[in-house]
Nanobody, 125 residues
Framework: QVQLVESGGGLVQAGDSLRLSCAAS????????MAWFRQAPGQEREFLTT????????YYADSVKGRFTISRDNAKNTLFLQLSSLKPDDTAVYYC??????????????????WGQGTQVTVSS
């Protein structure tokens, strides 16, 4: 069974940058589409961005387009999310997720079959 483990969250100030990582166990990481979501207290889980198996195709939610960048290193079984120009509204738990490649893009949480435990990002004003 695959295990996804996020890291890199923390407390930062508005305008700062942060890089999140998602380490995947197993040997089939490169076979899956990967994505990042976030969930703030009392809010629904929000889609942020997704990438295809190679990392060449990416898709972003309008709320983060131009500020966040998704990437992956298939040799290291790791997914990344570079966050820049952070705002207090970006405060949330950030999750990585994977799905079998079928259709593009997929933005609903229900479309993803495996999830990490999340990493907290807190942005102070």
């Amino acid at each position: 069974q695959v295990q996804l483990v996020e890291s890199g969250g923390g407390l930062v100030q508005a305008g700062d940058s942060l890089r999140l990582s998602c380490a995947a166990s197993g040997r089939d990481f490169s076979n899956y589409h990967m994505a990042w979501f976030r969930q703030a207290p009392g809010q629904e889980r929000e889609f942020l961005t997704t990438t295809d198996t190679t990392g060449r195709m990416t898709y972003y939610a309008d709320s983060v387009k131009g500020r966040f960048t998704i990437s992956r290193d298939n040799a290291k079984n790791t997914l990344f999310l570079q966050l820049s120009s952070l705002k207090p509204d970006d405060t949330a738990v950030y999750y990585c997720a994977r799905r079998w490649p079928s259709g593009w893009p997929r933005v609903r949480p229900i479309d993803y079959t495996s999830w990490g435990q999340g990493t907290q990002v807190t942005v102070s004003s």
